[in-house]
């Protein structure tokens, strides 16, 4: 039952972040704009772009699985403290502690790995063989 629920919980904590780094391509200038007003360079948005797309896929594929997670654990904090520390506004809040608990996901994964159904659980097989 393990392997499925791992699964289950990647693709969980990966969709948002695969849908917002296409919603920031689309989005560009918008989020450029919308980071330089938080104090945040607009400079690091393809950075951004990257680390969610890429570190989304990756972690849907369950590949380099734990030291994804960790980056995106770290992002999660980042943008919970930078976008959303406006606890006078219930919905800035609420995705605040949604930041928080997603960073816990991921820390749940770094811990634990991607599971057996990922490409980690392949090339492990692979190099000890």
Request: no cysteine; glycine share 12%.
């Amino acid at each position: 039952m393990n392997a499925p629920l791992a699964l289950l919980g990647r693709i969980g904590l990966s969709l948002i972040f695969i849908i917002s780094g296409w919603g920031k391509i689309a989005g560009y200038v918008a989020t450029q704009q919308y980071m330089e007003a938080m104090g945040v360079p607009g400079a690091l948005l393809p950075l951004v772009i990257a680390l969610e797309l890429g570190g989304g896929l990756a972690i849907l594929m369950g590949a380099f699985t734990r030291w994804i997670a960790l980056a995106l654990a770290a992002f999660s904090l980042a943008s919970a403290a930078l976008f959303h520390a406006n606890f006078g506004d219930a919905a800035q809040a609420i995705n605040f502690w949604k930041n928080v608990a997603m960073a816990g996901g991921f820390l749940m994964l770094a811990a634990h790995g991607a599971g057996m159904l990922s490409l980690d659980h392949v090339w492990n097989k692979r190099r000890d063989a």
